[in-house]
T-cell receptor, first 116, second 109 residues
Framework: EAGVAQSPRYKIIEKRQSVAFWCNPISGHATLYWYQQILGQGPKLLIQFQNNGVVDDSQLPKDRFSAERLKGVDSTLKIQPAKLEDSAVYLC??????????????FGPGTRLLVL | QKEVEQDPGPLSVPEGAIVSLNCTYSNSAFQYFMWYRQYSRKGPELLMYTYSSGNKEDGRFTAQVDKSSKYISLFIRDSQPSDSATYLCAMSGTGKLIFGQGTTLQVKP
């Protein structure tokens, strides 16, 4: 079974530029998550989709971050404009159903973003 | 105060040692407790999952949950160099997974 795919793996941009990350979840998984992991910290949930609807985006900085999940499969996360503090690893994860605590989340390898 | 506290380490042990990793939490609503392992430049992978209080064993790994003390532990017996990674505790009761900051473990041959 193929895992969660993410691209690009690495990205370096200057502050105020825009950047987009792509995620392809495990086939058949209804729920998709985007996490931000700053160096030395645990992942923090940015947004959760159930199929193509948003379940939780309470920690997404909506003035600069946006995400979509078209057709309930692939997802993109965009940052515009980027700030220095956005330097982090952006992890995508998926689970079979809506996560109520008992579902396993499967993580992709992440996209490492450096903002200069 | 963070909802989940985890000593970041780093922790360095010789091969074969018993390793103890711990997290404390403040939210009484947490019912699901997990340990994830994250190798360098990889995504986290689920290692152990426990619901409510008690112990769970899987090979060399044992997870313990003490809800009365709001304290969870992961024990690794006969540690191997391949166990060198960052270990993240995670928990939920509210539909959102909350992670600790991770403990970096190095097992030296």
């Amino acid at each position: 079974e193929a895992g969660v795919a993410q691209s690009p793996r690495y990205k370096i941009i200057e502050k105020r530029q825009s950047v987009a990350f792509w995620c392809n979840p495990i086939s058949g998984h209804a729920t998709l998550y985007w996490y931000q992991q700053i160096l030395g910290q645990g992942p923090k949930l940015l947004i959760q989709f159930q199929n193509n609807g948003v379940v939780d985006d309470s920690q997404l900085p909506k003035d600069r971050f946006s995400a979509e999940r078209l057709k309930g499969v692939d997802s993109t996360l965009k940052i515009q404009p980027a700030k220095l503090e956005d330097s982090a690893v952006y992890l995508c994860a998926s689970s079979l159903h809506t996560w109520g605590g008992e579902e396993t989340q499967y993580f992709g390898p992440g996209t490492r973003l450096l903002v200069l | 105060q963070k909802e989940v506290e985890q000593d970041p380490g780093p922790l360095s042990v010789p091969e074969g040692a018993i390793v103890s990793l711990n997290c404390t939490y403040s939210n009484s609503a947490f019912q699901y407790f997990m340990w994830y392992r994250q190798y360098s430049r990889k995504g986290p992978e689920l290692l152990m999952y426990t619901y409510s209080s008690g112990n769970k064993e899987d090979g060399r790994f044992t997870a313990q949950v003490d809800k009365s003390s709001k304290y969870i532990s992961l024990f690794i017996r006969d540690s191997q160099p391949s166990d060198s990674a960052t270990y993240l505790c995670a928990m939920s009761g509210t539909g959102k997974l909350i992670f600790g900051q991770g403990t970096t473990l190095q097992v030296k041959p």
